[in-house]
Every structure is written in structure tokens, then in C-alpha cells.
């Protein structure tokens, strides 16, 4: 039996069409919009949040940590590298605590202890001569790795997840656009500061710890999980099939969406650290402006595209907009290595964002569209652990590339077929959706997710 055979009796035979969502539905709504809008801001403020734990975020303080401490590039860079992959593994149990505590408390509770790690780290002396103080350090990176980028992010992602409805494509478009906009915001005032005290970090990192310690305030008072997809006494979420995550797991669909993104993560980390670097390898005049240039294109381009993928994922199927946007990847990957003129690099950046903003909002809409709510935090758990490994896996990858083949060119041709594969696996596979037996009173979709 071929694969999309395969695909195409499991997505049935497993569950058919989901039901259509006249208007706002589910236990928000019904608390009101107010509380509805409340929680995706809080949601977005967590995931900005994870700054500390974000290669980005630590990346801005690089250099004076690593003179502090008395470590090399390579040293520092390993050292980052084993907090990023084992920090990893914080994913699953909190995915777990989130099913089973309730995300206000979870979600309280990471950000109030990421801001303490990130304070306690400001605070450390030492050189790395000194075993203590290199151990220290590296669990000081290991937690605010493991408590950021990854519980602190499926925190989020699980209270956007539970604030949203079924079809929330538009809920998922706007936070994603107030995420983007809070880590500008966030790296604008970082830069301005860094600006004026290049080689200091304590200070700041101690301001980002507070800053932290205030949103999980903010977050504990504001949260009303009675009033979340995920409660047990909802009515809807006793309507609504939830997958658990052995089930998921079996699912081509996670591991078709959890693998593409984690692959366009991958590649967007490798990408962003050596842009520069990569960039000069077209030979082209004048590469530091073409690089700012890029840079500044990415932002306005990525944002639209979010808001542009929330309007989608209320009228295309998921799986269509990922293998579209992966698409446009893998071209953009391909045509890469030949652009010869400057129009053109401002081309491949445009399309580079678009796609990325369009993967992302498939990547926060697609567990609970495909999953439900009853699993969510584990499920989103598993994939947010993915994406991390992968994202860990892109710097080496690119370094490796320039320098076993003297250019990072080479390796576009096998990135942009990868893209290529992930976009014919997106469109041929569906997303798990509930049984026409459990829908009351409700229209069927005309398409499946």
C-alpha cells in the first residue's frame, strides 16, 4: 500500500471530519471575550518570557559572560550545547503537570523559578579554573535552558492551545504577531542598553530575572483555568475527542508537523547565527548593509505573514499551509546558492520569513485543531522537545558545513530537497479529527484539517 494510501485510510478510518465552529465557542467564550483576550496576552507575555532560556537571549550577553568566567569560544560553545540538549528533556514532565495541575499554577511557577535561576546566575564569581564554579555555571545555563526555552514555551503554548477555539486561527495569528512584537521590543531595549555598557551583563541579567518574576505575577493573577478548553467539567471537552500522547505518537500527522518544524527551527538557527558569514559567500559588494538590510526586512514580512496564516488556518487545512509554506523553503533553499544581484537576496529573505511566519502559526494551532485539549500539555511537550533538539542541531550543522567544505553552499541543495520531502509529506497526511458521532447539532466541515 503507498503512503498516501496509508495516510488516507488511517485519517478515516481513525476519525472523520471535524465539526464547524459558527462563532466563539467553548468555556472562554463563554466567560467572556475579556478574559479571552487577557489570556492570549499572557500567553504571548509568557513565551517572551523564555528570552533568558533562547540562544537569541543569551546570545546578546555572550561575550562578557564568557570573559567573566574565563572560557573560550569553544569551551562556552559546549558548554551551551549540553545545557541546550538536556534542557530538552524539562518538556515532557511539564507538559505533564500541566494536564494534570492546571495551567495557572504550572505555568506561575516555571516563570517565577526561571526568574530566580536567571537572578541567582547574575549573582555567580568565579573563574572556570574552579570546578565549582564551572559546575555552577553550567547548571545555572542547564536550568535557565530547561525552564525558558523549553517549559516555560509549552506553558505558553498550552494556554494559547486551551484559550483558543478548535478552528482558533486568528487567536493563533495574533499571539504569534504579540510574541514577535515583545521579543523586538525586548531586544531593542536589551540592544540600546548594551549600546551603553558593552561589556557588562550582570545588571541586565539580573533586570531580565525581575522583569521575569513580575510577568509570573502578572500571569498567577490573571489565568482563570475554569475558564480554559482543558477543564474537565467543560461540557465541550466531553463533546470533543482528545487524543492521549501513545496515541499522538502513532499519529503520522504529529510526527509529519513536529519534524517540519522542528527542520525549519534547524534551519533558522543555523541561518541567523552565520548570516553574515553566509551571505559573503555570494560575493557580493557591500555585505554588512545588505546584511542589516535583511535583517530589517524579516520583521515586517514575518509579522504580516502571521496575521496572514491565522486568516488561513480558519479557511485552509492546516496541512495545506505547512506544505505550502515548506515549500516556499525548499525554493527559496534551492535558489540560494545562484542569486547573483541584491534584489534578489531581498527576495529569497521576503520569502524565507513569510514561510516561517505561516510554519509558526501551524505549529501553535495544529495540537489542539488535531489532538484536543484533555493531552495538550504533554503532546505539545513532545513536539517542543523535537524542536529544541533540532534547533540545538543547526549552529554545529552550518559550522560543520563551512568547515569541511570550505562554504556553507553546498549544503543548501540537501536542505532545500529535505523542504521538498516535508511539503509532499505535509499535503498527503491528515490531522486527526473527532467522530461524527460526537458532534451535536453541528455542521460538518467541508474540508478536513
Known amino acids: 500500500m503507498k503512503i498516501a494510501d496509508k495516510m488516507d485510510t488511517y485519517s478515516h478510518a481513525f476519525m472523520a471530519s471535524p465539526p464547524r465552529q459558527q462563532g466563539p465557542s467553548g468555556p472562554c467564550w463563554r466567560g467572556g471575550e475579556v478574559w479571552h483576550s487577557v489570556h492570549i496576552a499572557v500567553a504571548a507575555l509568557a513565551m517572551v518570557a523564555t528570552l533568558p532560556g533562547r540562544t537569541h537571549g543569551l546570545g546578546l550577553f555572550t561575550e562578557p559572560i564568557r570573559k567573566t568566567f574565563g572560557l573560550d569560544t569553544e569551551s562556552y560553545g559546549l558548554l551551551n550545547m549540553g545545557a541546550t540538549l538536556l534542557g530538552a528533556l524539562f518538556c515532557l514532565p511539564c507538559g505533564g503537570l500541566l494536564d494534570r495541575l492546571g495551567t495557572r499554577g ?91 555598557h558593552p561589556q557588562e551583563w550582570r545588571p541586565a541579567w539580573t533586570g531580565i530575572g525581575v522583569a521575569v518574576l513580575i510577568a509570573g505575577m502578572l500571569a498567577s493573577v490573571s489565568i482563570r483555568n475554569h475558564l480554559l478548553n482543558g477543564e474537565p467539567s467543560a461540557k465541550e471537552e466531553r463533546m470533543e475527542t482528545s487524543r492521549t500522547l501513545g496515541q499522538a505518537l502513532r499519529s503520522p500527522a504529529f510526527w509529519t508537523f513536529a519534524i517540519a518544524v522542528s527542520f525549519y527551527g534547524m534551519v533558522a538557527a543555523g541561518t541567523s547565527l552565520f548570516n553574515e558569514d553566509i551571505l559573503k559567500g555570494l560575493s557580493l559588494p557591500d555585505v554588512k548593509r545588505i546584511f542589516v538590510n535583511v535583517t530589517r ?153
Open 297 to 449: 526586512l524579516a520583521v515586517p514580512v514575518g509579522l504580516a505573514s502571521n496575521l496572514l496564516g491565522g486568516w488561513l488556518a480558519t479557511h485552509w487545512p492546516l496541512r495545506r499551509m505547512l506544505a505550502g509554506a515548506m515549500a516556499a523553503l525548499a525554493a527559496a533553499l534551492a535558489a540560494f546558492p545562484s542569486l547573483t544581484v541584491e534584489w534578489q537576496i531581498y527576495l529569497y529573505a521576503a520569502v524565507l520569513a513569510a514561510a516561517g511566519g505561516i510554519i509558526t502559526v501551524c505549529f501553535f494551532a495544529v495540537w489542539r485543531a488535531g489532538f484536543g485539549p484533555a493531552h495538550l500539555g504533554k503532546i505539545q511537550g513532545a513536539a517542543q522537545m523535537l524542536t529544541v533538539l533540532f534547533s540545538a542541531l543547526g549552529p554545529p550543522l552550518f559550522g560543520s558545513a563551512k568547515v569541511r567544505l570550505g562554504s556553507y553552499l553546498p549544503l543548501f541543495p540537501y536542505l532545500a530537497a529535505t523542504a521538498l520531502g516535508l511539503a509532499l509529506t505535509a499535503w498527503l497526511a491528515g490531522l486527526p479529527t473527532e467522530p461524527r458521532s460526537a458532534i451535536r447539532d453541528q455542521e460538518p466541515l467541508t474540508a478536513d484539517l
Open 106 to 196: 504550572v505555568l506561575t511557577g516555571v516563570m517565577m523559578a526561571l526568574g530566580g535561576v536567571v537572578m541567582a546566575m547574575s549573582r555567580l564569581e568565579g573563574k572556570s579554573s574552579s570546578a565549582v564554579v564551572l559546575l555552577s555555571l553550567f547548571l545555572l545555563i542547564l536550568l535557565t535552558r530547561g525552564l525558558g526555552q523549553s517549559a516555560l514555551s509549552v506553558a505558553s503554548l498550552s494556554l494559547i492551545g486551551r484559550t483558543a477555539p478548535r478552528r482558533g486561527g486568528w487567536t493563533m495569528g495574533v499571539y504569534s504577531v504579540l510574541v514577535s512584537a515583545g521579543f523586538l521590543s525586548a531586544f531593542w531595549i536589551l540592544g540600546q542598553w548594551i549600546k551603553q
